[in-house]
């Protein structure tokens, strides 16, 4: 390409927002791509690369020239370069390390260090700190200095002299004071903090409950160490919904737009498997059972409304206490007064669908012993199934075992397995009536 | 209590944050509320009825004398006004609007006319707005005088002489920028607004991918309306996923803490109800197969394996099919592509899990022909099913009717029907083979 059309190139492309320019980005192939590492500088690729999907980052961060990549990263939000940095396998890392400035490399360090998906992974270090001795005047001119590099300037944090958090001062409220006050006087000392290794679920809580646009982090001697900005929360957000429902669907990740159907399959084939041998169990279970089967045939017309039955209510009460455990609201109550409230709820609502399905039966098939007998076994099922499904991952959060085993497939298996107890077992004691 | 008291409360509680002001305040009986209604201004009680729990607030609002209740209206944010007032009774709302201050209560007027889930309805009209022509000085004078009011002031919208939207400056580049200048001058004309009429899903999703901590509301003609605040978009995202994960458990709405077993029954018996008739359908088609049952009872063994293998691989292939089309990733690729794409991946999950399953029956019930019948059904069942869980939503999606209608138990009981069909339609075509 001659230099008018790099020229016409940049200037089309850098209008527009970096969302949309790296939406444009992602879409090229390689050799285009390689044409634009050379056309934008590393500062405007890596505003590129901050909004391109998390998932072909690495891809592109791996095939620049390692210079150009360990200054694109130099360039990005430290938060971004350290996720980004996360995915890459260890050398390759060290490497970009060495290449980069020193002072950026050491804080890109510090920040590898943390856990994920805690306060100190998601935190950056590119905020505005100020001190409580500063004038309204001073903060300002402080303020317009630090403008361009930080990632949020509407809430400046106050530090005393052992560099320890004292205060917040939100940007409005340092505008409208005058200029002569001590920040110290005009500061909120209420001030909100989260420790570097608090969960990114409870963080995006507390910001959602009380409409924070950036949350301090600090260490245990609260020593400000960075800050955690919405816009980073709105992902975490995304992520951990996304997290439980897939959960609840049984698929190990959600696919994204475009993914081959073999990778698909690849997703979904762990669940299907465990389900068919949980499956074979259950099919073992049923055929104890023959000999009642033989003698009366109809009763497994109503297998599938059984565990059906119990697989829905399961499933049901799953979701309300998985929500309930991830957005905090479980911790107040103890967990026996849940179990007892999910018993009382699949009371109700077996006792109600035990006596519909009763006379249903009783009328269409003129067998009013088979209507009590699938109207019972209902009516036990959903109050068993309703009370496991909110029982397995409380529990299971309690023992700090991850809930994900408890999904949505498994609790339906479960209960499946459960219901056909109830019912052939029910079949069996009252054969007498049937035959 | 004597003055003391309360002079001793209003110092404790209003040093809190709103947040705990309201956690606190809902957890207090009538006659304590009554009380506190006496001790705090009508400003005070705004902020904390803004941030109590959305479903208890118009109660809170109701049993306030009306004088009272009209002024907290009349001090909160507009747009949450308007929100508590939509769930009003109409007599009711007209009754405060006519104490209301007049200008306040027109603004709420308008506000109440937009649809619910739309741009109108979750904007507010308190945002500052300045015109092209001021200079950055001027518009920083401005800015100081409003602060106080306005719901966010880091973004300043500019208008033109005929009120239309022409620009934004963030309030980090009005500090930065020389106090001389026009705002015309150092203004980003690349302004981002959304019509009035836009689907609040649709709002969320560019401010998560655009990282906007507001967006302006505009009419048809460009006039500027409103801001949306990113605080009030993490709770549309809240909402969205609450209900899309509702959907899938097939839970009308998902339950809060302190629910009573009744209400909780409530909600979730219309699933329960609707599938215990589908429940029935599914066991008047068995019925029909009533004589190659009674002919190979061990048949009836394997209806909880196939109903739940195809109930769990339509659920997975429904979940991303609704989170697709709710992130808005499913409009680059056509119907078409998509189900021929799903259609694969049962496919493929199919053949492996049928050949699967042949061989464990083959070894274990030692019977080879049993073996391929139940495999070639998970075969057959599975690629109908996983196309099924993708085709349902996505049709309907195109055909604008609310995808609800596809939650997860429905497409599980349709796929539990459709995999009976298949199962013992194959077994009776080889029943020879079976005897």
Same mark, same amino acid.
Request: proline share 3%; hydrophobic share 50%; glycine share 6%.
């Given at each position: 390409?001659?230099?008018?059309?790099?020229?016409?190139?940049?200037?089309?492309?850098?209008?527009?927002?970096?969302?949309?320019?790296?939406?444009?980005?992602?879409?090229?192939?390689?050799?285009?791509?390689?044409?634009?590492?050379?056309?934008?500088?590393?500062?405007?690729?890596?505003?590129?690369?901050?909004?391109?999907?998390?998932?072909?980052?690495?891809?592109?961060?791996?095939?620049?020239?390692?210079?150009?990549?360990?200054?694109?990263?130099?360039?990005?939000?430290?938060?971004?370069?350290?996720?980004?940095?996360? =995915?890459?396998?260890?050398? /390759?890392? &060290?490497?970009?390390?060495?290449?980069? $400035?020193?002072? *950026? %490399? #050491?804080? !890109?360090?510090?920040?590898?260090?943390?856990?994920?998906?805690?306060?100190?992974?998601?935190?950056?270090?590119?905020?505005?700190?100020?001190? =409580?001795?500063?004038?309204? /005047?001073? &903060?300002?001119?402080?303020?317009?200095? $630090?403008?361009? *590099? %930080? #990632?949020? !300037?509407?809430?400046?944090?106050?530090?005393?002299?052992?560099?320890?958090?004292?205060?917040?001062?939100?940007?409005?409220?340092?505008?409208?004071?005058?200029?002569?006050?001590?920040?110290?006087?005009?500061?909120?000392?209420?001030?909100?903090?989260?420790?570097?290794?608090?969960?990114?679920?409870?963080?995006?809580?507390?910001?959602?409950?009380?409409?924070?646009?950036?949350?301090?982090?600090?260490?245990?001697?609260?020593?400000?160490?960075?800050?955690?900005?919405?816009?980073?929360?709105?992902?975490?957000?995304?992520?951990?919904?996304?997290?439980?429902?897939?959960?609840?669907?049984?698929?190990?990740?959600?696919?994204?737009?475009?993914?081959?159907?073999?990778?698909?399959?690849?997703?979904?084939?762990?669940?299907?498997?465990?389900?068919?041998?949980?499956?074979?169990?259950?099919?073992?279970?049923?055929?104890?059972?023959?000999?009642?089967?033989?003698?009366?045939?109809?009763?497994?017309?109503?297998?599938?409304?059984?565990?059906?039955?119990?697989?829905?209510?399961?499933?049901?009460?799953?979701?309300?206490?998985?929500?309930?455990?991830?957005?905090?609201?479980?911790?107040?109550?103890?967990?026996?007064?849940?179990?007892?409230?999910?018993?009382?709820?699949?009371?109700?609502?077996?006792?109600?669908?035990?006596?519909?399905?009763?006379?249903?039966?009783?009328?269409?098939?003129?067998?009013?012993?088979?209507?009590?007998?699938?109207?019972?076994?209902?009516?036990?099922?959903?109050?068993?199934?309703?009370?496991?499904?909110?029982?397995?991952?409380?529990?299971?959060?309690?023992?700090?075992?991850?809930?994900?085993?408890?999904?949505?497939?498994?609790?339906?298996?479960?209960?499946?397995?459960?219901?056909?107890?109830?019912?052939?077992?029910?079949?069996?004691?009252?054969?007498?009536?049937?035959?």
């Amino acid at each position: 390409l001659v230099n008018e059309q790099i020229d016409q190139f940049r200037a089309e492309f850098l209008e527009m927002h970096p969302y949309d320019q790296a939406k444009i980005f992602e879409e090229q192939d390689e050799e285009i791509r390689f044409l634009i590492y050379t056309y934008l500088s590393p500062e405007e690729m890596a505003e590129v690369m901050e909004n391109v999907d998390f998932e072909l980052v690495s891809t592109f961060i791996t095939e620049m020239v390692p210079a150009y990549a360990a200054k694109v990263l130099e360039d990005m939000s430290t938060d971004d370069a350290v996720d980004i940095l996360n =995915e890459l396998d260890k050398n /390759k890392v &060290a490497s970009f390390l060495t290449i980069m $400035e020193k002072e *950026e %490399a #050491e804080e !890109i360090k510090e920040l590898l260090h943390y856990e994920e998906k805690t306060a100190g992974s998601i935190m950056t270090t590119e905020f505005v700190v100020i001190q =409580e001795t500063m004038t309204v /005047k001073e &903060a300002m001119r402080h303020l317009r200095k $630090e403008a361009p *590099e %930080a #990632e949020t !300037i509407y809430y400046l944090y106050v530090i005393d002299v052992d560099k320890k958090l004292v205060g917040v001062i939100s940007l409005r409220d340092l505008i409208i004071a005058e200029g002569d006050f001590l920040i110290l006087d005009v500061m909120s000392e209420r001030v909100v903090s989260v420790p570097v290794g608090e969960d990114q679920e409870d963080i995006a809580r507390m910001m959602r409950d009380y409409d924070f646009l950036a949350l301090p982090v600090v260490d245990f001697q609260n020593h400000l160490l960075g800050i955690i900005t919405v816009d980073d929360i709105m992902d975490v957000m995304e992520e951990e919904a996304n997290d439980d429902y897939s959960k609840l669907a049984g698929i190990s990740e959600l696919e994204k737009e475009g993914e081959t159907a073999f990778s698909s399959a690849k997703k979904r084939l762990p669940w299907l498997v465990i389900l068919l041998f949980l499956g074979m169990f259950t099919a073992s279970i049923i055929g104890r059972f023959e000999e009642t089967l033989d003698k009366v045939a109809l009763l497994a017309v109503f297998i599938p409304l059984i565990a059906g039955m119990a697989g829905n209510t399961g499933t049901q009460a799953l979701a309300v206490a998985v929500r309930n455990i991830s957005t905090g609201d479980s911790g107040k109550r103890s967990n026996f007064s849940i179990i007892k409230q999910e018993a009382k709820t699949g009371l109700i609502t077996g006792t109600i669908c035990g006596i519909l399905i009763t006379l249903i039966i009783a009328f269409w098939y003129e067998d009013i012993y088979l209507g009590i007998l699938v109207g019972l076994s209902i009516m036990a099922t959903l109050i068993v199934a309703t009370t496991a499904g909110a029982f397995v991952p409380l529990i299971m959060h309690r023992l700090k075992i991850d809930p994900a085993v408890a999904s949505g497939p498994f609790i339906t298996t479960l209960n499946d397995i459960i219901s056909i107890l109830i019912y052939f077992g029910l079949a069996t004691a009252f054969m007498n009536f049937l035959i």
